[in-house]
């Protein structure tokens, strides 16, 4: 789980930055896109959702060292892959049940994913407000547009 999300990540990193330097077209894009996108399915349904399945009704501090330590890489890992497959109420369910039972020693990488998803969904809103906004205006105006507008009739108007 661990080295193969590690890759995935990585790769998809990597063709968004091909992409952003017209190093690869949109076709090659949209088609690697596509086959990573299967992979963390893949992923996402085993072993992702088979080791949460198997540890989610367990107390994690009840686990010897060694399987704690596997378990919580794993689960950073498939947190990773739920937010990049926008599972992101299993992504904090997971976050939240390490936070809850494991000493604060180990919260710091389910903070940071947590962290995450508070922006990924602000930013959702903000899109979502920001395209309302555009459609009230009838679609012709942004809010940029409207101000430069407004001012520009104050100047002539004074």
Do not use: W
């Not at 903000?126 to 409207?146: H, V």
């Amino acid at each position: 789980m661990t080295y193969s999300a590690i890759m995935l990540v990585d790769e998809r990193n990597e063709i968004k930055d091909k992409r952003r330097f017209k190093e690869i077209s949109e076709t090659q894009y949209t088609f690697i896109y596509r086959e990573q996108r299967n992979t963390f399915y893949k992923l996402y349904n085993y072993p992702g959702s088979r080791l949460y399945d198997l540890v989610k009704d367990k107390n994690l501090m009840e686990m010897n060292p060694k399987s704690r330590n596997f378990v919580l890489d794993g689960l950073t890992h498939y947190t990773e892959v739920c937010i990049r497959l926008n599972k992101h109420d299993k992504a904090r369910e997971i976050c939240e049940k390490v936070i809850n039972q494991m000493p604060s020693d180990y919260h710091k990488p389910f903070i940071y994913k947590l962290n995450k998803l508070e922006n990924i969904i602000k930013d959702d809103i903000n899109d979502e407000k920001d395209l309302a906004d555009y459609r009230n205006y009838g679609g012709d105006e942004t809010d940029l547009s409207i101000k430069f507008k407004q001012a520009l009739e104050r100047k002539y108007n004074n």
